[in-house]
């Protein structure tokens, strides 16, 4: 355990940091999950639906911005593909 106090703070943000990007970052894993079961004819009409979680999760710093970008791009070349 932390003897400084400013150690100690800086644990407990780093605890309800890590909570509240827990919750971001399952719905993100899910959708995209979600999205890769669906039919491949009913998969672009689920796209924008898994680009808001995506945008959601990048808003709000769970995901950087390339992994962001990377995450549509592999979702727009499968669904142009199948």
Known sequence: MANIKSAEKRIGQAVRRTERNR???S???TAIKKHRQVADSDREGALPGVY???DRARKKGTIHKNAAARYKSRLAKKGAKG
Do not use: K, Q, Y
Request: net charge positive.
């Open 23 to 25: 919750g971001v970052t």
């Open 27 to 29: 719905r993100l894993r």
């Open 52 to 54: 808001s979680e995506i």
